[in-house]
């Protein structure tokens, strides 16, 4: 069921989406070669406390970072580790904050280091242009597969691949709420959510280079990966309907 949100709750995720961006303004610099993504993991729990606010992903069972970390073929849900980041590496940085009973959640995925691969840059240009027009999407009087539809269309004419066991969210009390947001059209836009005041949702792009084949990697029981090992990545805001008018929260 989806659980819209009242104005009051909208207001206070308003206030996490913005603690969440300083955090993460602060947190990309340090991401750089020859650290690695445990250091990044602790930096971002310090950052979010300091924000006066939890981690949203400690609150996930089992899961006890603050901070999904992949590189390359590393898809999403991979915990920070020993691993040390590369330069050209591919990192993507998913992250989400706590604040008063609520919580919102970012993704982005970008090249570590000064060497800027062209093809890969063009590979991730795909994917925030991409979430960029399914946001637009996220409008009053329009249903939710038009997201779907969106992401689907402008990652495939890329020749890119939807992972479509991975989807965008509701969010709120909860981290994943209903309704379940794919990055391809299952059914007919008319039988997708309405998009109303209340509705909170977090939209991804999860793609990849060469596969819409992911499995879990070796001797993890959360991190995805390609099948192929090709390169994969993430985008992820959090949107809300506030009255008429749709607001980026993240």
Request: proline letters at 4%; charged letters at 30%.
């Amino acid at each position: 069921m989806v659980k819209l949100k009242t104005e009051e709750e909208i207001d206070i995720m308003v206030q996490g989406g913005k603690k969440l961006r300083i955090v993460v303004a602060k947190l990309i610099p340090s991401v750089k070669p020859g650290v690695s993504t445990e250091e990044i993991d602790k930096k971002a729990e310090e950052l979010i406390k300091k924000q006066g606010a939890e981690p949203s992903f400690q609150k996930v069972r089992g899961y006890f970072w603050s901070t999904c970390l992949s590189i390359n073929e590393q898809v999403v849900h991979t915990p920070p580790s020993k691993r040390i980041i590369k330069e050209g590496d591919v990192f993507t940085l998913d992250i989400g904050v706590y604040f008063r009973g609520f919580h919102t959640d970012f993704a982005t995925t970008f090249i570590v280091g000064k060497k800027k691969d062209k093809e890969t840059e063009k590979f991730l240009d795909v994917g925030r242009q991409t979430l960029k027009k399914a946001l637009e999407k996220v409008k009053m009087g329009n249903f939710l597969g038009e997201v779907s539809e969106t992401i689907e269309s402008e990652i495939t004419k890329h020749g890119l691949f939807v992972l479509k066991e991975l989807t965008g969210h509701g969010i709120g009390r909860e981290l994943h709420e209903d309704p379940t947001i794919p990055g391809f059209l299952p059914r007919p836009k008319e039988k997708t959510v309405k998009v109303r005041p209340g509705l909170v949702v977090a939209i991804e792009v999860i793609y990849s280079k060469g596969t819409d084949a992911i499995v879990y990697e070796k001797d993890s029981d959360w991190s995805l990966v390609t099948d192929d090992q090709s390169l994969s990545a993430c985008f992820e805001h959090t949107i809300a309907i506030r009255g008429r008018n749709s607001i980026i929260l993240t």
